[in-house]
């Protein structure tokens, strides 16, 4: 009798969770079934290659808005993964406690600063003494969001880096800081390298910070100090606008943004596979 | 050659814990010193006290002094990497570099030493896999990673990782404690050729291994040294009522 308890209780608890896991599953099909849905029809050669036609023309691309984006992308990678990266090692490797404990809890609260505050802060320092909307200060909007996730999963690797390898190097004669870059740092690459791909589809999706600094623009990209466009402004000034035309494209653009995140993500995943630190 | 290493008054904290109290002990040249003792006698600390690894850990301290051709590495302005250098070590667990080649793995010490020439690697790489007994296994799979070996080729792969560097010393910590019997028979063998060259300390909890391989052992209790002296004598007429305890499996 028991034992059938028992065996019931053991299924009940595997069928919840699963039940839990497909429903994590379920919104990203939701989501993706949708777009493909309303935003497929919109999708051509055209809309990869081709500027915003003016209102009221049909057809146009954003190819503007996808060039814009990787450059940002680009700008916000170069200044918050040497910093995250950096800062992230020096956090799992330094002995002493009470300035990582600080600076741990600092980029804990930076981390849940909802982005349109990003925004004004770069509007303040960047776009107000620029006197003009710029890539550069989208670019480092993006990059503040970046720095402390790419910070603490760093941390977080490098720690999962068993102490024998440290104490190996180091018993060669080899320098700390030598241990830290040749033999940490590699072993934890896998990890680190998924949190970044993680962290850059975080921002590639980041509208409110480049309000205030992108700007958006309906044309190619002209100098890193002039407004750029960008696929999520793109996708929101599209879809709040009042033409059917334009909401196709809105749902072809988000359809583009989660595909290339998709593919970024499996891109790094199989990158870096079997290359972990647990054997 | 190797050399021996003279040990006076050696004392060891983990922060205000005292885990080593006074040792005083000779490292013989060319020849195996084993120390045993039961766990958390401080055997592991003293002998991570040899190559100044014992300081690398969080609020570990270190007084008294061990000398290398009297120069006693424990005097200001002796650089411990250096000495790491000269004294080598191996693990308790087999730990080769995961993300290194078999080729890597020996070579990682002299690269980051500063040697970059290709012909030199090869040839010392080549020397350290044959002196660790691992060469006729390894050659033809240099590119593959380390951690592909089996546990006691790991093991080997980090002797030979140890000894490209060309020590004066080498320290075993428990080195077979992770491995099968045959696998330790083949280290134990490894121990007999190399102390023909350099000069080996090994701790290890098995006593039988102990008196297989030393000509020097030191029983360690609770942080002292209790006795030291030939093995022979050590494992056949102790002298103190401890040691003799310990080796008849009275405690321990």
Known sequence: MSARIRRWK??????????SALIVVCPLLLIFGFLLLKGASALNLDFFTHLPKPVGEAGGGVANAIVGSLIMIGLAVCVGLPVGIAGGVYLAESRDRRLPWVVRFIADVLNGVPSIVVGIFAYTVVVLPMRRFSALAGGLALGFI????????TEEMVRLVPNALREAGLGLGIKRWKVTMRIVLPAARAGILTGVMVAVARIAGETAPLLFTALGNRFWHQGLDQPIAALPLQIYAYAIA??????????AGALVLITLVFLASLAARVATRGRTIAR | MGDGLYVKGLRAWFGDTLVLKGVDLTVAPNAVT?????SGCGKSTFIRCLNRMHETVQGARVAGQVLLNSENLYASGVDPVQVRRRIGMVFQKPNPFPTMSIFDNVAAGLRLAGIRKKSQLQEEVERALRHAALWDEVKDDLD??????SGGQQQRLCIARALAVDPQILLMDE????LDPIATARIEELIHDLKKELTIAIVTHNMQQAARVSEWTGFFLLGELVEFGVAKEIFTTPRDRRTEDYITGRFG
């Open chain 1, 10 to 19: 053991s299924d009940t608890v595997s069928v919840l969770t699963f039940l």
């Open chain 1, 146 to 153: 970046l720095i402390p996730i790419v910070l603490r999963t």
């Open chain 1, 242 to 251: 009042p033409y059917e035309d334009w909401h196709r494209q809105a749902w």
């Open chain 2, 34 to 38: 084993a120390i045993i003792g039961p």
């Open chain 2, 144 to 149: 593959k990673s380390g951690v592909s070996l």
């Open chain 2, 175 to 178: 080195p077979c404690s992770a």
